[in-house]
């Protein structure tokens, strides 16, 4: 009895060792499917590949979709509007040879007015490119053949604006720039070949600006901008008179352009300054223009000029200072009054202000003991002309009537040589004396 229980309790723990074996190997290896769920799910899958590929595929998905009625017909119609254009288009430049061929034909004629209408004609009807570069090249040329040389320049600016690369641009500039030229000399353009004392305007402003956009560093630019100052100054335009003085100093140095556009700048300054400016700005401005030319140019012939619109300057400058003075004396505030003072005894004692503003001076501060009115002070600068008379003729005959083109009826008689002809001396001297002048 003893060993059948023990017997029995190591039964149930082999059992229960095994049992736990046993789960833990089915917990490992997968659950077996059916096999007739899996024959079914296989059967679905090629049921359902078969009828996808059985399928047929859409027109949308195989072609885009189809255009409405309303832009099949705006289709249509705008093929139809190219096609019509097209054939105009090559009729335009059939006609437009036809009439290019007209237009060389008249220039070989001579009727040059004729032939250049002709041209731009031809060019307005072709749309090719290098037939309306041709056809202003050749307008152009029969312009400046009929000396209609504002026309010329209106297909010169036409050609450089639109048919750059088609063109010798360096000469049409240049062609620009002697068509400046020639207006400044005073060409004008007949406006009717069967009127031709009706002349067209002065285009010379318009010429040489088109010129200097088109090529600010030419050979001949730095002439051109100072006659374009000169001519601006003319019209009451200062402020481009004194652009273009700037630019030929500025683009130009060491040119004749630029030694006339310091002096003319110069001037400029100086008439601005005797017109009156309140703070003095254009009378400081011809001062170191002045001075800035007289330090470059020791030599030059206009040096007494320079010193003469120096001392003008100053009297100027003088008198601005001497009013302000007086207008300060007269308001009670002598401060100022003596700040101006001082700088006319100082700067400007050699003007005709300076003896006044002594004077006030010395009214203001007691201090200041003004100089005597006959005290020598620097003479201003003088220039001598020199007087040269005519050179007396040895023939009796000056004139004769048939070679005056009708101005002179009646010989005329020489002046005898025992005529004294010095305007300086008197009547008497003038009379008494039978020596050749």
Same mark, same amino acid.
């Given at each position: 009895?003893?060993?059948?229980?023990?017997? @029995?309790?190591?039964?149930?723990?082999?059992?229960?060792?095994? @049992?736990?074996?046993?789960?833990?190997?089915?917990?490992?290896?997968?659950?077996?499917? =059916?096999?007739?769920?899996?024959?079914?799910?296989?059967?679905?899958?090629?049921?359902?590949?078969?009828? &996808?590929?059985? !399928?047929?595929?859409?027109?949308? *998905?195989?072609?885009?979709?189809?255009?409405?009625?309303?832009?099949?017909?705006?289709?249509?119609?705008?093929?139809?509007?190219?096609?019509?254009?097209?054939?105009?288009?090559?009729?335009?430049? *059939?006609?437009?040879?036809?009439?290019?061929?007209?237009?060389?034909?008249?220039?070989?004629?001579? !009727?040059?007015?004729?032939? *250049?209408?002709?041209?731009?004609? *031809?060019?307005?009807?072709?749309?090719?490119?290098?037939?309306?570069?041709?056809?202003?090249?050749?307008?152009?040329?029969?312009?400046?053949?009929?000396? $209609?040389? #504002?026309?010329?320049?209106?297909?010169?600016?036409?050609?450089?604006?639109?048919?750059?690369?088609?063109?010798?641009?360096?000469?049409?500039?240049?062609?620009?720039?002697?068509?400046?030229?020639?207006?400044?000399?005073?060409?004008? =353009?007949?406006?009717?070949?069967?009127?031709?004392?009706?002349?067209?305007? =002065?285009?010379?402003?318009?010429?040489?600006?088109?010129?200097?956009?088109?090529?600010?560093?030419?050979?001949?630019? #730095?002439?051109?901008?100072?006659?374009?100052?000169?001519?601006?100054?003319?019209?009451?335009?200062?402020?481009?008179?004194?652009?273009?003085? &700037?630019?030929?100093?500025?683009?130009?140095?060491?040119? =004749?352009?630029?030694?006339?556009?310091?002096?003319?700048?110069?001037?400029?300054?100086?008439?601005?300054?005797?017109?009156?400016?309140?703070?003095?700005?254009?009378?400081?401005?011809?001062?170191?223009?002045?001075?800035?030319?007289?330090?470059?140019?020791?030599?030059?012939?206009?040096?007494?000029?320079?010193?003469?619109?120096?001392?003008?300057?100053?009297?100027?400058?003088? &008198?601005?200072?001497?009013?302000?003075?007086? +207008?300060?004396?007269?308001?009670?505030?002598?401060?100022?009054?003596?700040? +101006?003072?001082?700088?006319?005894?100082?700067?400007?004692?050699?003007?005709?202000?300076?003896?006044?503003?002594?004077?006030?001076?010395?009214?203001?501060?007691?201090?200041? !003991?003004?100089?005597?009115?006959?005290?020598?002070?620097?003479?201003?600068?003088?220039?001598?002309?020199?007087?040269?008379?005519?050179? $007396?003729?040895? @023939?009796?005959?000056?004139?004769?009537? !048939?070679?005056?083109?009708? &101005?002179?009826?009646?010989?005329?008689?020489?002046?005898?040589?025992?005529?004294?002809?010095?305007?300086?001396?008197?009547?008497?001297?003038?009379?008494?004396?039978?020596?050749?002048?």
């Amino acid at each position: 009895m003893f060993f059948r229980p023990v017997r @029995s309790g190591l039964t149930v723990c082999l059992v229960t060792l095994l @049992s736990f074996g046993a789960w833990m190997t089915y917990a490992q290896e997968p659950a077996p499917k =059916d096999d007739a769920a899996a024959s079914g799910s296989k059967a679905e899958t090629a049921v359902s590949a078969s009828e &996808k590929a059985a !399928e047929p595929v859409s027109d949308e *998905a195989a072609s885009e979709p189809e255009m409405t009625a309303d832009e099949a017909r705006d289709a249509e119609l705008e093929a139809k509007k190219e096609e019509e254009n097209a054939s105009r288009r090559a009729k335009n430049d *059939a006609t437009a040879l036809e009439v290019f061929q007209k237009a060389l034909d008249l220039e070989r004629e001579g !009727e040059y007015r004729k032939a *250049a209408k002709r041209y731009l004609d *031809a060019e307005l009807l072709t749309s090719d490119k290098t037939v309306k570069s041709n056809a202003l090249t050749h307008a152009a040329r029969a312009y400046r053949q009929a000396e $209609l040389y #504002g026309k010329e320049f209106d297909c010169i600016e036409r050609l450089i604006s639109e048919h750059m690369n088609r063109i010798d641009f360096t000469g049409a500039v240049n062609r620009e720039y002697e068509i400046a030229d020639a207006f400044y000399n005073g060409h004008r =353009d007949v406006m009717f070949a069967w009127l031709p004392f009706i002349k067209d305007s =002065d285009r010379f402003l318009e010429c040489s600006e088109a010129a200097l956009r088109n090529a600010p560093c030419a050979e001949s630019a #730095g002439a051109v901008r100072l006659r374009l100052a000169q001519m601006y100054l003319t019209k009451q335009k200062t402020d481009q008179s004194i652009e273009k003085f &700037k630019e030929v100093l500025q683009l130009h140095p060491g040119t =004749d352009s630029a030694y006339y556009a310091e002096l003319g700048l110069a001037d400029v300054y100086c008439q601005l300054a005797e017109r009156g400016d309140g703070d003095g700005r254009w009378a400081t401005l011809a001062l170191e223009q002045l001075k800035h030319f007289e330090e470059n140019n020791p030599e030059a012939p206009e040096i007494q000029w320079v010193k003469e619109q120096r001392l003008a300057i100053d009297k100027i400058q003088a &008198k601005r200072l001497h009013d302000l003075a007086k +207008y300060h004396h007269r308001n009670g505030r002598d401060d100022l009054a003596e700040h +101006y003072l001082n700088q006319v005894v100082q700067r400007y004692g050699e003007t005709e202000h300076a003896i006044p503003s002594e004077k006030l001076l010395a009214e203001i501060d007691e201090t200041y !003991e003004a100089p005597p009115d006959a005290m020598p002070r620097k003479d201003p600068a003088h220039y001598d002309f020199v007087r040269n008379p005519i050179p $007396l003729e040895d @023939s009796d005959l000056l004139i004769a009537p !048939e070679s005056s083109d009708g &101005k002179w009826l009646l010989p005329i008689r020489d002046l005898k040589k025992d005529i004294k002809t010095d305007s300086r001396e008197s009547y008497e001297e003038r009379a008494g004396s039978n020596e050749a002048y």
